[in-house]
Antibody
């Protein structure tokens, strides 16, 4: 069974840092592209970042570029999101999502349950 | 403001059809057949319903269909059922600053 489990969320002050993790199981993690997607309370989905299977290709939303860093450890079946210089507007539930094989576009067929990040003083 | 534009709400009676539009530009929807649709129930993670404009993942009922014309993609839900009441989001690959972009979401109500 495919499972994605995020962790690392919590309350952080503006300007602070947080590192999210996503533990993957039930599939060959190293064969899949991965995304981070967030959802502010009561709002819609916002794509945050993408990483290719090997980590050689990485993309960010303009809203987080220069502040967030996506990475993966295929040996540990884990995806990460390092978030620095956090702002109130980064408050959201953060989901990790797996992209469907051989799919063009944002084809996230499995999602974690999400982890809440709250940026507030 | 979302990069893709969706109507905030849509509704239909059980058994009827509802169509949701998603409007972008030639840099995203219009330029690529890389449109996806997600369904999200309250408090749950999104679920992929359509990918590559009109393809359905295994397990998604054929009541859900997708299409595209120019810069606008559409999701049609036929034979509405109570469990179809949810938020629906479109997504597209986008050349330029953002790799992927979402629509603002459409709340579908089954009357």
């Amino acid at each position: 069974e495919v499972q994605l489990m995020e962790s690392g969320g919590g309350l952080v002050q503006p300007g602070g840092s947080l590192r999210l993790s996503c533990a993957a199981s039930g599939f060959t993690f190293s064969s899949y592209e991965m995304n981070w997607v967030r959802q502010a309370p009561g709002n819609g989905l916002e794509w945050v970042s993408y990483i290719s299977e090997s980590g050689s290709n990485i993309y960010y939303a303009a809203s987080v570029k220069g502040r967030f860093t996506i990475s993966r450890d295929n040996a540990k079946n884990s995806l990460y999101l390092q978030m620095n210089s956090l702002r109130a507007e980064d408050t959201a539930v953060y989901y990790c999502a797996r992209e469907k094989l051989s799919c063009h576009g944002d084809c996230s067929d499995y999602w974690g349950q999400g982890t809440l990040v709250t940026v507030s003083s | 403001q979302s990069a893709l534009t969706q109507p905030p709400s849509a509704s239909g009676s059980p058994g009827q059809s509802v169509t949701i539009s998603c409007t972008g530009t030639s840099s995203d929807i219009g330029g690529y057949n890389h449109v996806s649709w997600y369904q999200q129930h309250p408090g749950k993670a999104p679920k992929l319903m359509i990918f590559e404009v009109s393809k359905r993942p295994s397990g998604v009922p054929d009541r859900f269909s997708g299409s595209k014309s120019g810069n606008t993609a559409s999701l049609t839900v036929s034979g509405l059922q109570a469990e179809d009441e949810a938020d629906y989001y479109c997504s597209s690959y986008a050349a330029g600053n953002n790799f992927y972009v979402f629509g603002g979401g459409t709340k579908v109500t089954v009357l």
